[in-house]
């Protein structure tokens, strides 16, 4: 498969169709050059705020409302698209909003062939618990697709390896992340790499960047896409497949097998994923010494 990771940064919209003009330029571009699966990134869902004004896009609070409202809108339009350039699309994930009255961080995953559905967020960053007040809510599901075994951990998730062991059949693990600092990428990436490494399997990761001064939610995003595997049989050496400039809006390109993940973990020179269990027995009880 040949995937594509953006690097998106976010818009201010006077109307609907602007919206639409950008996404669909995005996703031609992308199915353009190849491309299987299309991943944007974490709340990149609240430049659609903007489309409720310029007051309510700088709420924090009524800016998540405003977003919630327009998804029946974003799936049509996705899955459109994803019909037809013939393409699967992680959208950008964003809040909707549940019976509780709170909102969810839900990523919508569509298929070419019209069928969609959603992975929502699990453990939220700080500043999604106060002030956002973000709902954790469905658990992880894991999307058996023409084009593999798929998982998504949003962002924060992938920082977190049980997480990613929940669903360790997957071929590839998507982590669309919302960072603001270079350190906040960097945190995620290293998750992204190190989730990969441990599962034996593909992770591509999507970022927001630039600054939407309009936002408080998402004023400022520093990232970078990137797809990496494990070092190991049948992979780079470094497990970088690709990665974006970063800040550097655009989509960057990978292409693998997922073949090649069945091949590193029945025969790649360490093998992470099958002896996980072997932590058990040397994890249930610690020696403390002292050493003056």
């Known amino acids: 498969m040949k995937i594509a990771t953006s690097a998106y940064p976010l818009d201010f919209f006077e109307n609907w169709s602007q919206y639409e003009d950008k996404l669909s330029s995005w996703v031609a571009e992308a199915a353009g050059n190849g491309a299987d699966l299309l991943v944007f990134p974490e709340y990149a869902a609240m430049e659609l705020a903007t489309l409720a004004g310029a007051d309510i896009a700088a709420d924090l609070e009524k800016s998540l409302f405003a977003v919630s409202e327009r998804m ?14 013939g393409v699967y699309i992680l959208g950008a994930s964003g809040p909707v909003e549940q019976a ?15 069928e969609v559905d959603f992975q929502d967020k699990q453990i939220m960053t700080m ?21 593999g075994k798929i998982a998504v951990l949003i962002c924060y998730d992938s920082e977190y390896p049980l997480l990613c062991r929940a669903v360790s059949d997957a ?4 982590v669309p992340s919302c960072t603001e ?4 990428y960097w945190r995620v990436r290293i998750g992204a790499m190190a989730r990969a490494l441990e599962n034996q399997c593909v992770s591509a990761m999507s970022s ?18 990137g797809v990496f595997g494990p070092p190991d049989t049948g992979f780079p050496e470094t497990g970088i497949l690709a990665e974006g400039k970063l800040n550097e809006p655009g989509w960057t390109y990978a292409e693998f097998d997922p073949a090649a ?26 020696t403390f010494v002292e050493l003056g």
Do not use: C
């Open 72 to 85: 029946e809108d974003v799936q049509a339009l996705h899955k459109k698209l994803a019909a037809q350039y």
């Open 100 to 114: 509780s009255g709170r909102p969810v961080n839900r990523a919508y995953f569509y298929s070419p062939s019209g």
């Open 127 to 147: 500043f999604e618990r106060d002030p956002w007040d973000i709902a954790p809510a469905n658990p992880l599901k894991l999307f058996n697709t023409s084009l």
């Open 171 to 174: 071929d590839l693990i998507l």
């Open 181 to 184: 600092t270079l350190a906040g």
């Open 208 to 225: 927001i960047v630039g600054r939407a001064e309009w936002s408080e939610a998402v004023d400022n995003g520093h990232g970078a896409g």
């Open 261 to 286: 993940v069945a091949h590193v973990r029945k025969d790649g020179i360490v093998r992470n994923r099958s002896h996980w269990d072997e932590q058990d027995d040397r994890t249930k009880s610690v």
